[in-house]
């Protein structure tokens, strides 16, 4: 864990906000993050921004099997990294925003689960809802994307993407404390990707915030 530490931090700080953590996930956040994965899957597990690998480690330990686990990160050392420490487990170079394209290059679905650690507060808008947008493209219905976020808020723009979401688990053994959010799309519910809703409507039994037009 040390060595795993030292070089995010070395790759942090070169570049900050692609990195989005000075320490690597601890092992009660990792461990938090697989809990959150279906138990009986029909399809692979994603992860997005793989870094050291301690979400990786996690779902392998709770039961993922290897050859059903596609780790995608953008860093040519951390993606050389996972893939010599994880063998058997699809490591893919490649951009979160370019998701559907990555998976059908490398004939990857169906998609049972999506588990992301991407810095999601250090980016634009624009390139938060592209991520959310092309994550639920990929998914199976009512599968779930994961996310871990450091803020007190959602890290995915719910109402605009049409999905539904909430904390599953907030994790305070690790270095800033961490919240984990579980998100799912509603079947019919529509994205807003071009304007934000001007009028919130009321669904009976739903939170307002929850849902797109
Ligand atoms: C917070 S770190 C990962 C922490 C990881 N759980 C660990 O403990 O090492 C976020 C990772 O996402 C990667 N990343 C950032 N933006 C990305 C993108 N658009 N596509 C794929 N990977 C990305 C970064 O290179 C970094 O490795």
């Known amino acids: 864990m040390l060595k795993d530490s030292r070089l995010l931090f070395k790759l942090w700080l070169k570049n900050p906000r692609s990195i989005g953590a000075v320490a690597v996930s601890s092992p009660e956040l990792a461990a938090a993050m697989a809990r959150q994965v279906p138990k009986k899957l029909d399809g692979y597990v994603v992860e997005l921004g793989g870094g050291t690998g301690s979400v990786t480690r996690a779902l392998l330990a709770a039961g993922v099997p290897a050859d059903k686990l596609v780790v995608i990160e953008r860093d040519p050392t951390l993606h050389r990294y996972l893939s010599d420490h994880f063998p058997g487990v699809h490591v893919l170079l490649g951009d979160a925003v370019h ?34 947008a092309q994550a639920f ?26 999905i539904l979401g909430e904390v599953e688990e907030r994790v305070l053994q690790n270095l800033p404390p961490a919240s984990v959010w579980r998100f799912t799309k509603p079947s019919g519910a529509r994205a807003i990707l071009r304007k934000p809703a001007r009028h919130r409507f009321s669904l009976r039994g739903r939170s307002k915030l929850d849902y797109a037009a």
């Open 99 to 132: 998701l559907p394209n990555l998976l059908r290059r490398h004939e990857i679905a169906p998609v049972a689960a999506i588990v992301s650690s991407l810095p999601l507060l250090s980016l634009k808008r624009s390139i938060q809802l592209r991520i959310g």
């Open 137 to 162: 493209a990929v998914l199976e219905p009512g599968a779930p994307l994961i996310q871990f976020t450091y803020g007190l808020f959602s890290p995915l723009p719910r109402e605009r993407l049409g």
